[in-house]
C-alpha cells in the first residue's frame, strides 16, 4: 500500500523559510513524477512543483519560482520541498503527490504552512 506522510509545515513569518518532507513507501517511484500541491483556503488545489523521482529534472510554477527548492532523497525515500522568502499568500496546506503516466495517483494527508505578515 503507497503512503506519502508529509510533515515540516508550522507558522511562519513572512520572509522566514520551512522545509517540507514527504517519506514514501509501499512501492518503487522509478519513473514517478513527484510533486507539491497546495490549497488555501476557498480555492483550487495548485501545483508548486514537481521532480522526476528516477532523473530528477524539476518544474515550478511561477508564483514560487526563485523561492522554493524540490529535491528528492532516493536512498531515503523522500522527497523536500525548501522554501525561502515566504509570504502570506503561501498559505495553504500543502500536499504530496506521486504519480506515473499510467495508474492512480497518490497523495498524502496535507500539511499544514501558515506565513503571518
Known amino acids: 500500500q503507497v503512503q506519502l506522510v508529509e510533515s515540516g509545515g508550522g507558522l511562519v513569518q513572512a520572509g522566514g523559510s520551512l522545509r517540507l518532507s514527504c517519506a514514501a513507501s509501499?512501492?518503487?517511484?522509478?519513473?514517478?513524477?513527484m510533486g507539491w500541491f497546495r490549497q488555501a483556503p476557498g480555492k483550487e488545489r495548485e501545483l508548486a512543483a514537481t521532480i522526476n523521482w528516477s532523473i530528477g529534472t524539476t518544474y515550478y510554477a511561477d508564483s514560487v519560482k526563485g523561492r522554493f527548492t524540490i529535491s528528492r532523497d532516493n536512498a531515503k525515500n523522500t522527497v523536500y520541498l525548501q522554501m525561502n522568502s515566504l509570504k502570506p499568500e503561501d498559505t495553504a496546506v500543502y500536499y504530496c503527490?506521486?504519480?506515473?503516466?499510467?495508474?492512480?495517483?497518490?497523495w498524502g494527508q496535507g500539511t499544514q504552512v501558515t506565513v503571518s505578515s
Open positions: 503527490n506521486a504519480e506515473a503516466s499510467v495508474g492512480p495517483r497518490y
Open positions: 509501499g512501492r518503487t517511484f522509478t519513473g514517478y513524477r
